[in-house]
């Protein structure tokens, strides 16, 4: 079997951004102290004057998209998740989300597959904050192509995006020739008839493995991939918790408020089935090489495995 | 407008702040007192901006970082022209669109939606940048409370700022002295602001009377000459100025008048209006 490519969705954000700086004018790019770990370094490369280093203040660099998109330009904000959605919440609220306006923020370095920087570091808790922000997209794309998709997405999107990238290379899982992103739409990946699994960035990659496992035992799972978190594609997920009765969730996010949080929200009053979440079971998480983090805390292919196949035991 | 004209503007200003402030049975007099001054200055002589054409890309821009003192805003606004100054008595009313904090997608003239403190700062640094990337004219002017500089971000936004050399921004702070739980050199005291400014790489001007005209005209035209850096205009001003009993008490931070409280309000603004055309 040849070598399946691997790639972060932190680099494809960085390309992305390039391809959209050459497009749009209007696009400017702000980091925090940390071009080139958000990858927005190879944007400042190619388009010096539009890239702005607001050094080590993430609060004050929302604040200054903000002020730049009344001025009619569409800035993407670029930080590690733990300082975009926790430490400047409050400025993505406020300054952004309640005015409406046209910011984008690139999150990187989400979930525990930060691996060695550790618990700080690692934010399990991006998703359930920036959800609850009336008004706010929430992206979480699984690979490279769909990361570049979503950030072009959120360009065309006319109001505030957060979007969610890893620092781990993930496979490359959406290399077909019919790939589309539509902003808001679920994906579905694998038909099944036992159960639904709902998941999203690198987690979507691990679901597909351990649903090869399943099938193997007889379990046949549905996949679905949600790179729109919020809005929800309530319509798709619904149907798929009504023609299997049972969902899983799996996400590299805490099972609070994310992913599985916004799919329960949906199913309580459209199809209540059981639902079992996978993610980070209300704890943070830890120093390690980011694969074996995966692993400790079951959101590999082997984990997600083992615990589908408790819940439908 | 000459000196006289803009005292008499302030004056009627002073009024749509009463009246809104006491019709909502909540807000933030005190503050927006302090400021009238500012306000009218800016509104009426300073800035470039047309009430008939709001969102203009080429105005001046203005962020009331020190949101709760909407009213002053509001009132400045109604009396430029941008809306009807009967609302202002809708102000803080369920279903009005003169929210208790100033609200950028509903009210015309307001540039930015304020009012957590320390942020509007951040936003002006932003128009202000964006003015530079787009080759555009405009300035950007943001008033602070002197409590609100104790918010850390107030100094993120100055150290980017001076750092980016905006020197399209006028950063003005209303020192009037006062926060709702005292004085601020009490509480915790922002003093020297100046020369916190200045080690931020801002071009300084202390304004000895925030509340007299004369001075702040020569303040916001030296702002005008200063290249390569933004300028921090230091107001000192009288909290609650015009209205006797509110007049440099904390507890009018936040308070609206009752209804005979009001009435000598408006009477003492009426015989400040009196003594002013007399002049």
Redesign the interface.
């Known amino acids: 079997m040849s070598e399946v490519k691997k790639i972060a969705t932190r680099e494809s954000y960085g390309n992305a951004l390039v391809e959209l700086g050459k497009e749009h004018e209007d696009v ?1 790019v702000l980091d925090a102290d940390l071009a080139e770990a958000t990858k927005t370094g190879v944007f400042r490369k190619a388009f010096p ?2 890239h ?1 280093d ?2 080590i ?1 993430e ?2 660099m ?12 569409v ?1 993407f904000a670029s930080t590690f998740a733990m300082f975009a959605a926790g430490r400047a919440f ?2 993505v609220r ?2 952004i989300g ?3 306006l046209n910011v984008k923020i690139g999150a990187t370095h989400a979930g525990i597959s930060v691996g060695e920087d550790g618990a700080s570091h690692q934010c399990n808790e991006d998703i359930a904050l920036m959800r609850t922000i009336p008004g706010m997209v929430v992206l979480s794309p699984s690979d490279d192509i769909e990361a570049r998709a979503c950030v072009k997405a959120a360009y065309e999107h006319q109001g505030p995006v957060y979007m969610r990238f890893g620092r781990l290379a993930v496979p490359v899982i959406n290399d077909r020739p019919d790939y589309k992103f539509e902003l808001g739409k679920g994906v579905v990946l694998r038909e099944g008839k036992d159960v639904t699994i709902i998941t999203t960035g690198l987690c979507v990659g691990y679901t597909l493995e351990a649903a090869e496992k399943l099938a193997a035992e007889g379990i046949d799972a549905k996949v679905i991939n949600i790179h729109t978190i919020k809005p929800l594609d309530e319509e798709l997920v619904v149907a798929a918790a009504k023609e299997t009765g049972k969902v899983v969730t799996v996400e590299e996010h805490s099972v609070i408020g994310g992913l599985g949080s916004a799919v329960c929200d949906a199913l309580c009053e459209k199809a209540p089935v059981p639902v079992k979440k996978i993610g980070m079971q209300d704890v943070f998480g830890e120093s390690g090489p980011a694969v074996a983090l995966l692993q400790k805390y079951g959101l590999d292919g082997e984990g997600i495995y083992c615990q589908v196949k408790e819940f439908m035991a | 407008m000459n000196t006289l004209e803009l005292q008499k503007t302030a004056n009627e200003i002073r009024k749509g702040i009463v009246s809104g402030v006491h019709a909502a049975k909540a807000g933030h007099p005190g503050g927006s007192l302090s400021a009238t001054e500012i306000f009218t200055y800016l509104y009426f002589e300073e800035m470039n901006v047309d009430p008939e054409n709001p969102k203009d ?1 080429d105005r001046d ?1 203005f ?1 009331l970082s020190k949101g709760h003192t909407a009213p002053g805003l509001y009132a400045t606004l109604a009396q430029r022209g941008y809306f009807p100054k009967e609302d202002l008595l809708t102000l803080r009313h369920l279903g009005s669109y003169l929210q208790g904090h100033p ?3 509903h009210i015309p003239g307001v ?3 304020s ?2 403190l ?14 530079k ?2 080759q ?1 004219d405009f300035r950007v002017y943001t008033l602070l409370g002197d409590g609100e500089i104790q918010e ?2 107030v100094w ?2 100055a ?2 700022a001076g ?2 050399n905006l020197d399209n921004l006028v950063v003005i702070v209303d020192n009037n002295g006062l926060q709702i739980d005292g004085p601020v050199d009490k509480v915790n005291t922002p003093y020297p602001i100046d020369k916190k400014f200045e080690a931020f790489n801002f071009h300084v001007i202390n304004v000895a009377d925030g509340n007299d005209f004369d001075q702040l005209r020569a303040a916001f035209d030296e702002a005008r000459t200063v290249k390569g850096m933004p300028t921090a205009i230091i107001a000192k001003t009288l909290k609650g100025k015009g209205v006797s009993f509110m007049e440099n008490q904390v507890g009018w931070h936040g308070k609206a008048p009752n209804d005979e409280e009001y009435k000598i309000a408006m009477e003492d603004l009426e015989k400040a209006g009196e003594a002013l055309c007399q002049k």
């Open positions: 400017v004057e539009r702005i607001c050094g203040a609060s004050n929302m604040g200054i998209a903000a002020g730049l998109s009344t001025a009619g330009k800035p409050e400025q406020n300054s309640y005015p409406h | 890309p821009r962020v609200d950028m997608k540039d930015m939606s009012g957590s320390g942020q509007g700062i951040s936003a002006a640094a932003g128009m202000a940048l964006g003015a990337l787009g555009k850390g971000q993120e936004a150290m980017f750092a980016k």
